[in-house]
């Protein structure tokens, strides 16, 4: 069973261009959620999905990020026009159908994006 | 209040010694709490969950859940230089769609 996949692992991106994150949930789970990390921070909730549904999106910001999970195919976290402040760690998680005690989230190994 | 909070430390232990870590949660109605372990510049690694009030144990780890006091611990036994790292603290919200919140972590440096 494969963990959690995310790619790609680094992404290099010039300022104004548009950054595509992608994150292939483990087989069998529904929830996805991404966060942000910044070098020697914590984790930054940006987006909560459920296949074809956003669940919560309070933390990401509200222009130029948009984030999808259709019902085939991997979550996309998109960032449009990106900025050098855009550069950090994107994480996606997943876990199972949030019944009982079967929500254990497991990470990918993460998108390191460089804006130059 | 934030919903999930952990001192950000650091918490320096000798090699040997017992590490513990606390985290303290605002929802009361949460049913379910991980512990994860993330190496820096590496992605977070679950190392533990628990459901129910009382200790579990796996290995040199033992996590603690008080729901009534809302805090859970991590105690690690032995601690090992290899140990050194940010533990964060996750607890799923009461309703229907149990979203995992974490807390921001507490970095631990083990002293040899």
């Known amino acids: 069973n494969a963990g959690v996949m995310q790619n790609p692992r680094h992404l290099v991106r010039r300022r104004g261009q548009e950054a595509r994150l992608r994150c292939s949930p483990m087989?069998?789970?529904?929830?996805v959620y991404w966060y942000r990390q910044l070098p020697e921070e914590g984790l930054k909730f940006m987006v909560y999905?459920?296949?074809?549904?956003?669940?919560?999106e309070s933390g990401m910001p509200k222009e130029r990020f948009s984030a999808e999970f259709p019902k085939e195919g991997p979550s996309i976290l998109r960032i449009q026009q990106v900025v050098r402040g855009d550069s950090a760690a994107y994480f996606c998680a997943s876990s199972p159908r949030g019944t009982g005690g079967l929500t254990e989230a497991f990470f990918g190994q993460g998108t390191r994006l460089t804006v130059v | 209040q934030k919903e999930v909070e952990q001192n950000s430390g650091p918490l320096s232990v000798p090699e040997g010694a017992i590490a513990s870590l606390n985290c303290t949660y605002s929802d009361r109605g949460s049913q379910s709490f991980f512990w994860y372990r993330q190496y820096s510049g590496k992605s977070p690694e679950l190392i533990m969950s628990?459901?129910?009030?009382g200790d579990k144990e796996d290995g040199r780890f033992t996590a603690q859940l008080n729901k009534a006091s809302q805090y859970v611990s991590l105690l690690i036994r032995d601690s090992q230089p290899s140990d050194s790292a940010t533990y964060l603290c996750a607890v799923t919200l009461s309703g229907g769609y149990q979203k995992v919140t974490f807390g921001t972590g507490t970095k631990l440096q083990v002293i040899p």
């Open positions: 087989k069998g789970h529904s929830h």
């Open positions: 999905l459920q296949k074809e549904n956003i669940i919560d």
């Open positions: 628990i459901y129910s009030n």
